[in-house]
T-cell receptor
Framework: DAGVIQSPRHEVTEMGQEVTLRCKPI?????LFWYRQTMMRGLELLIY????????DSGMPEDRFSAKMPNASFSTLKIQPSEPRDSAVYFC?????????????FGPGTRLTVL | QQPVQSPQAVILREGEDAVINCSSS?????VHWYRQKHGEAPVFLMI?????EQKGHEKISASFNEKKQQSSLYLTASQLSYSGTYFC???????????????FGKGTKLSVIP
């Protein structure tokens, strides 16, 4: 398997623009997680899905952030409008089942810079 | 609430040992350990599920003390390839089961020098 695939790998945008990050989980994995990593706050869970259904979005920082998973092989994280403080590396991860018994496989990440 | 890792950073010479600690204020169901090299994604090392459980992965092992809500990662006879940032991810216990999500510590940066 190709592993978790994320696109784009790098994104530079201007404040106020809409940003869409994409993720393809490993085939057969039931759980998908979106994380944000910054030096100050570390690796934060934003939202996670089970069988395409959002389970917990309490980590989404503001209404400017939204995530969808229209099918088992695709998810998006959208920021609209973007702000400089959104600059971070965004990781998507998937796992076969619940994290109690299964490792999370991380994608390569999208490095977002908002000017 | 984010688990607390210590130390924040450590420098080792090849062949030396290190211990990285992870402490939580919440009751835990499982603890994960990941290693991240600069510019790369975190990579899974191991899961500890039961209180008092110990696991090994080559020369890297870990323990989980459920009562103390603590986990420790042990790196023995360190190699240059061990350099990176180590994260613990904790899963809160919820009604006798797990909460299905991880909260990560801020990481411990390990540098192994020749």
């Amino acid at each position: 398997d190709a592993g978790v695939i994320q696109s784009p790998r790098h994104e530079v945008t201007e404040m106020g623009q809409e940003v869409t990050l994409r993720c393809k989980p490993i085939s057969g994995h039931d759980y998908l997680f979106w994380y944000r990593q910054t030096m100050m706050r570390g690796l934060e869970l934003l939202i996670y899905f089970n069988n395409n259904v959002p389970i917990d979005d309490s980590g989404m920082p503001e209404d400017r952030f939204s995530a969808k998973m229209p099918n088992a092989s695709f998810s998006t994280l959208k920021i609209q409008p973007s702000e400089p403080r959104d600059s971070a590396v965004y990781f998507c991860a998937s796992s076969l089942s619940g994290v109690s018994y299964n490792e999370q496989f991380f994608g390569p990440g999208t490095r977002l810079t908002v000017l | 609430q984010q688990p607390v890792q210590s130390p924040q950073a450590v420098i080792l010479r090849e062949g030396e040992d290190a211990v990285i600690n992870c402490s939580s204020s919440k009751a835990l169901y499982s603890v994960h350990w990941y290693r991240q090299k600069h510019g790369e994604a975190p990579v899974f090392l191991m899961i500890l599920l039961k209180g008092g459980e110990q696991k090994g992965h080559e020369k890297i092992s870990a323990s989980f003390n459920e009562k103390k809500q603590q986990s420790s990662l042990y790196l023995t006879a360190s190699q240059l390839s061990y350099s990176g940032t180590y994260f613990c991810g904790t899963e809160k216990a919820y009604s006798g089961a797990g909460s299905y999500q991880l909260t990560f510590g801020k990481g411990t940066k390990l540098s192994v020098i020749p």
